[in-house]
């Protein structure tokens, strides 16, 4: 460590040694002194729709959603300087990704209550890629206003929930690897970076996950890591709302943080995203792995996070030391210009967006996409171009954008982009790069030698915080983008994507490390009210042809014993005409003394409950007719199906199942009612 950059404390400490009075104070290069930082912790539900909505991560148009196997949460983190100076704010959401418009409505929430002490300056609204979260909060043509609202609210409220909980403590930090939770899924594209850097890595994915474990007098009140693994586990044949592997690590952790006595009863564990642009969880390489089902899988990778996380909590003992500071801006990337320093082949310029062929090919290893696709195509085909100006109809193509974005054959471009919001932000030693791409594995390590490069040795630990404040496709190497696997089609600013991130990065820590202010801002992107929403539910309910609504169609069994299923479903109306945000669907009771307690609901990994309509057939996923149209909502009354796979620890009793269902006469508004099952008993084991 550099003497001169020695923290304040330590230096005081060194004072104290020479002077004799004092010896032991723990002071040494390697165990930098502990800082105080204003910490808090927060969370709230962000579920939206959970039936009739797309799901858009796998572009598969009759991906939708007809039920809830988690619900979709907000955690959220403030860590301020403990003299009333800079504060972040750090969020991470159970969504594929996010918009500007999600934050810069959370900002107006947080600004008419705190003034300008919050703003599109210092907070960080991420998500964790779980593809099994509905679109359609979004400004875009799956638009739905009351999901949009659902998640705004539900962000606002675990900020404010974190702000009311900031008080005096210390940030622990801990690193180390988690083995066997991620693949490479373009190796192709990995083997073209140069051998020399190649060879300084053992592996082609990163293993290392970062935690920080927030510690105050009153209790331990959260851990926030970040490890790089696409949360693919649940597959385009789950049509459950999810949080996949990143949520079952985040219950399970916060379960497991509760029933310790040195957590505070708000303990939040969060599970943020970080360069996992070319890493699958689906170990097979084939859409399938490590586990027989979809959700086995989600639960191993998600429980292989969990077990170093618990270790890292339980090991973490390098505090953090030094200020709180940061530089956030919007870069307009559609023709920005990259010097020679950053492409290493003279002046370059970014291209406007546009997606290539292999874009539309998917991901081989997560299952693929449009069938006349695949990676690596290289040529422009006439046969796909007339195809795709028929069903697609997109913007034109120039020549010039072509010759930009090549070797990328270019499938359309898009129609618009404003510019992009980036950030660096130092807390103590570690730094933090916040980007609202998917960055492939070694286009994460370019950036995080940029940034260290630049702050020197003050920081001694860079993290990619990817999916941040917006989204922008992939980030490729130029090396990769050459070859044109699926991240390459789908890198959208051409072949100097990287580069140019790296350049703009780079400006915000060189401003961060001489202490000015961060580069010249462009426009923020906002299309509030200038897009139509879609409907969430249906116009009313038709009554069942057979039996009422509430009525209990298949009882649970009258034994169980755990590790088993339990089993039942009721006759009910469209879930959606209830008011979206933390109402319980369902929850499984057992009898105590006084009545009944909650043991499970709709926020657990182990239920699935499953709303289904007789006359109502969503076409499967079928790779032959990827442009089927889904069917609209119609107004018949539901099935749901509420299943409970028994966990080995819960206590033998009598159970039941309660739903809170609803139906909605025509013309008026929902109208909610509980139906309860027979009970059941659960054996000891
Ligand atoms: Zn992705």
Same mark, same amino acid.
């Given at each position: 460590m550099n003497p001169s950059r020695l923290p304040v404390r330590c230096l005081t400490s060194i004072l104290v040694l020479v002077a004799g009075a004092?010896?032991?104070?723990?002071?040494s290069s390697s165990e930098p002194a502990e800082s105080k930082y204003l910490i808090g912790s927060g969370s709230a539900d962000i579920t939206g729709p959970i039936v009739d909505v797309p799901f858009t991560g796998y572009s598969q148009p009759t991906h939708i959603a007809n039920g809830v196997h988690t619900r979709l949460n907000a955690r959220a983190f403030i860590i301020g300087d403990i003299d009333g100076g800079k504060r972040l704010v750090f969020v991470v959401t159970d969504l594929l990704n996010v918009s500007q418009e999600v934050r810069l409505s959370v900002v107006d929430n947080l600004q008419a209550k705190h003034g300008d002490l919050y703003s599109v300056d210092n907070v960080v609204v991420s998500a964790t890629h779980t593809h099994s979260s509905p679109g359609g909060f979004r400004h875009d043509g799956a638009y739905r206003e009351a999901y949009f609202e659902a998640v705004v609210n539900g962000v606002t409220q675990a900020i404010e929930d974190a702000h009311e909980d900031l008080r005096p403590g210390r940030i622990l930090l801990g690193e180390g690897s988690v083995d066997d939770a991620g693949a490479n899924r373009s190796a192709v594209a990995y083997r073209q970076n140069p051998d020399d850097e190649r060879s300084?890595?053992?592996?082609?994915?990163d293993k290392e996950m970062v935690l920080l474990k927030f510690e105050r007098d009153d209790g331990v009140i959260g851990a926030l890591s970040w490890f790089a693994v696409h949360p693919t586990s649940l597959t385009f044949n789950n049509s459950l709302v999810s949080a996949d592997h990143k949520g079952f690590a985040a219950i399970e952790m916060e379960k497991l943080l509760r029933a310790r006595a040195e957590t505070t009863d708000g303990v939040v564990a969060a599970f943020a995203q970080s360069?996992?642009? !070319?890493? @699958? =969880?689906?170990?097979?390489? !084939?859409? @399938? =792995?490590?586990?027989?089902?979809d959700y086995e899988s989600a639960s191993i990778i998600g429980q292989r996070q969990l077990d170093a996380a618990m270790a890292l909590y339980d090991g973490a003992s390098e505090p953090l030391s030094g200020g709180v500071d940061h530089r956030f801006t919007l870069v307009d990337f559609t023709d920005l210009e990259v010097s020679d320093e950053f492409t290493g082949a003279g002046s370059q310029r970014t291209c406007f967006p546009a997606y290539g062929y292999s874009f539309a090919g998917g991901s081989t290893e997560d299952g693929g996409g449009h069938p006349i696709f695949m990676e690596g195509m290289l040529e422009q085909d006439e046969s796909i171009e007339t195809l795709v100006q028929l069903v697609l109809m997109p913007p034109p193509v120039t020549d010039e954008m072509r010759a930009c974005q090549a070797p990328k054959p270019v499938l359309y471009p898009k129609a618009a982009q404003p510019p992009l919001p980036i950030g660096v932000a130092k807390l103590g030693q570690l730094a933090l790069v916040f980007v609202p791409s998917e960055v492939t594995t070694m286009s994460g390590r370019r950036m995080r030698e940029t940034i260290s490069n630049i702050l020197g040795d003050e920081v001694s630990h860079v993290v990619i915080a990817g999916y941040s404040n917006d989204y922008a496709g992939y980030i490729t190497t130029p090396e990769e983008y050459a070859v044109q696997q699926y991240e390459g089609g789908h890198t959208l600013f051409g072949p100097w994507t990287l580069p140019g991130f790296r350049q703009e990065l780079a400006r915000l820590a060189r401003a961060l490390a001489e202490g000015t202010p961060a580069p010249g801002s462009d426009e923020q992107g906002d299309l509030r009210g200038e897009v139509d929403s879609q409907r969430v539910g249906n116009d009313f309910d038709e009554p069942p042809e057979q039996g009422a609504f509430g009525d209990v169609i298949v009882q649970p069994e009258p034994l169980y014993e755990p590790g088993e299923t339990v089993s039942t479903s009721f006759w009910t109306g469209h879930?959606?005409?209830?008011?979206?945000?933390?109402?319980?669907?369902?929850e499984v009771q057992r009898q105590v003394d006084d009545g009944w307690t909650t043991v499970a609901t709709e926020a657990d990994w182990s239920t699935q409950a499953r709303w289904t309509q007789a006359s109502r057939v969503i076409p499967p996923y079928d790779p032959l007719d990827p442009f089927a149209v889904p069917p609209p909502p119609i107004n018949e009354a539901f099935t749901v199906s509420v299943d409970w796979q028994i966990p080995a620890d819960v206590e033998p009793g009598i159970y039941r199942v309660l739903l809170h269902g609803s139906t909605k006469p025509a013309g008026s508004a929902s109208d909610p009612f509980i139906a309860a099952t027979s009970r059941f008993e659960l054996a000891p084991r």
């Open positions: 004092l010896a032991g104070s723990g002071c300084r890595y053992e592996n082609d994915t360069n996992c642009g !070319d890493v @699958t =969880g689906n170990l097979n390489l !084939d859409n @399938t =792995g490590p586990g027989d089902t879930p959606d005409n209830a008011p979206l945000g933390g109402a319980p669907y369902f």
